[in-house]
């Protein structure tokens, strides 16, 4: 394969196990508890866990956190649910904290 083919990946900041592609990345613009987050339009190597609903900034969303497959951390969450109209675009997606994240493959 010629340089720069291979795809930018983000591994697990704990045991660099790959988690996201670069070009799966919706938005750089979102917030987690902790900071700044990614929305992605889909994410490996993790495991979900149960649903819940969750007031966040932009109202009320059912959610399940997401963990590393392999080393069991929250790296973020998933959105199930929006309830709101304008935010049905998030549905499937998942929000990954910035800090808990790194490139891997760049």
């Known amino acids: 394969m010629a340089d720069g083919a291979w795809p930018r990946l983000y591994s697990?900041?704990?045991c660099q196990n790959h988690i996201c592609c670069h070009d799966d990345i919706v938005s750089k613009?979102?917030?987690a508890e902790s900071g700044r987050a990614f929305l992605f339009?889909?994410?490996i190597n993790v495991v979900q866990g149960p649903k819940e609903d969750r007031q966040l900034i932009?109202?009320?969303h059912t959610v399940a956190d997401v963990?590393?497959?392999d080393c069991g951390e929250v790296l973020g969450w998933k959105y199930v649910k929006?309830?709101?109209e304008l935010q049905k675009y998030k549905e499937g997606k998942?929000?990954?904290a910035k800090f808990k994240i790194v490139k891997a493959n760049w």
């Open 12 to 14: 697990c900041y704990k």
């Open 29 to 31: 613009y979102f917030q």
């Open 41 to 43: 339009s889909h994410a």
């Open 58 to 60: 932009t109202g009320l």
């Open 67 to 69: 963990h590393c497959s």
């Open 82 to 84: 929006a309830y709101e």
């Open 94 to 96: 998942f929000v990954i």
